[in-house]
Antibody, heavy 124, light 110 residues
Framework: QVQLQQSGPGLVKPSQTLSLTCVIS??????????WNWIRQSPSRGLEWLGR?????????DYAEAVKSRISINPDTPKNQFSLQLNSVTPEDTAVYYC??????????????WGQGTLVTVSS | QSALTQPASVSGSPGQSITISCTGTSTDIGGYNSVSWYQQHPGKAPKLMIY???NRPSGVSNRFSGSKSGNTASLTISGLQAEDEADYYCTSYTSITTVVFGGGTKLTVL
């Protein structure tokens, strides 16, 4: 049974960096058929895919255009986890953040396991 | 990339069938067989119900089915039950931004 356990602060000040970690159990961050994603949800923006990292002989990363200049998603193979860093946050980045396992092929992707969600509020 | 278009709400009585539509474009739904549907109860993470247009993950009731025609995908729930009351979201792979979500549909079981 795959489980994803998220951790990280629930309050971040404007202009600072949002950092979250997702620990994987029951699977490996390096599994060939998987991609490891961050998705957020807010009342104003709905569900929004932020980006992913995956291993196919080397590590790849894809990011949503809306956050591409501010985001970094990194795998940590020894700890079997991956992380999200979102720089220069504003109140617009206030949302529930989810990590999720993606079963992604060349032109398809769906998310079959999700973390529990972390409410991150951007406020001074 | 605009979100996929879903009705804001649908409703049905127990035992009835309902269908939720999800409309996109040729760069997402119309271009790929990669539509998936998620059920979300309040305060919970989304749960995968349908993937690749019409496939059900193990453990999902066969009362849930999916289809696609052109740029529109549909989720049908037959034999409505009280526990089906939730928000439902569609997603599609896209040529532009990898994955795009629908705006969500609130299902009310009367």
């Amino acid at each position: 049974q795959v489980q994803l356990q998220q951790s990280g602060p629930g309050l971040v000040k404007p202009s600072q960096t949002l950092s979250l970690t997702c620990v994987i159990s029951g699977d490996s961050v390096s599994t060939y058929s998987d991609a490891w994603n961050w998705i957020r949800q807010s009342p104003s923006r709905g569900l929004e895919w932020l980006g992913r990292t995956y291993y196919r002989s080397k590590w790849y990363k894809d990011y949503a255009e809306a956050v591409k200049s501010r985001i970094s998603i990194n795998p940590d193979t020894p700890k079997n986890q991956f992380s999200l860093q979102l720089n220069s946050v504003t109140p617009e980045d206030t949302a529930v953040y989810y990590c999720a396992r993606g079963r992604c092929a060349t032109d398809s992707c769906h998310f079959d396991y999700w973390g529990q969600g972390t409410l991150v509020t951007v406020s001074s | 990339q605009s979100a996929l278009t879903q009705p804001a709400s649908v409703s049905g009585s127990p035992g009835q069938s309902i269908t939720i539509s999800c409309t996109g474009t040729s760069t997402d739904i119309g271009g790929y067989n990669s539509v998936s549907w998620y059920q979300q109860h309040p305060g919970k993470a989304p749960k995968l119900m349908i993937y690749d247009v019409s496939n059900r993950p193990s453990g999902v009731s066969n009362r849930f089915s999916g289809s696609k025609s052109g740029n529109t995908a549909s989720l049908t729930i037959s034999g409505l039950q009280a526990e089906d009351e939730a928000d439902y979201y569609c997603t599609s792979y896209t040529s532009i931004t990898t994955v795009v979500f629908g705006g969500g549909t609130k299902l009310t079981v009367l």
